[in-house]
């Protein structure tokens, strides 16, 4: 995923009351983006992203003060998952869950369900 379309899907959503870049690099093929990112109901999401012609990093750590909620990402550990290397770490799980791999619009759209009332 391009730098330009995060930040593109982080502008157009209401979730968003803040966006900290701490680093940013285009540098073709290579493109890198440290983030943090207030959002709506006191949580913070820092993104770690980075992505060429043939290889995708990422890391969505998501928080609410202090407590991990979650954590997406594709470090290469966890060999024994289905869907390795994706995974998601939830809140003081020790280990991870299965996951698929995830882009900043599939976070949102995981805010917007915790943030939403239960029905």
């Known amino acids: 995923?391009?730098?330009?379309?995060?930040?593109?899907?982080?502008?157009?959503?209401?979730?968003?009351?803040?966006?900290?870049?701490i680093k940013a690099i285009v540098e073709p093929p290579v493109q890198a983006l440290k983030a943090r990112v207030t959002l709506k109901g006191g949580y913070t999401l820092?993104?770690?992203?980075?992505?060429?012609?043939?290889?995708?990093?990422?890391?969505?750590?998501?928080?609410?003060?202090?407590e991990m909620?979650?954590?997406?990402?594709?470090?290469?550990?966890?060999?024994?998952?289905?869907?390795?290397p994706y995974h998601?770490?939830?809140g003081n799980e020790a280990e991870p869950r299965e996951s698929p791999?995830?882009?900043i619009e599939d976070i949102l759209r995981e805010v917007e369900k915790i943030l939403s009332p239960n029905p």
Request: proline share 2%.
């Open 1 to 21: 995923m391009t730098i330009s379309k995060i930040f593109s899907a982080l502008s157009s959503s209401d979730l968003v009351l803040e966006l900290n870049v």
């Open 69 to 84: 909620v979650k954590r997406w990402d594709n470090s290469p550990h966890w060999k024994d998952l289905k869907t390795f």
């Open 46 to 66: 820092q993104i770690n992203e980075s992505s060429g012609s043939d290889f995708r990093r990422y890391s969505y750590h998501l928080q609410k003060g202090d």
């Open 101 to 103: 791999e995830v882009f």
């Open 88 to 90: 998601v770490h939830n």
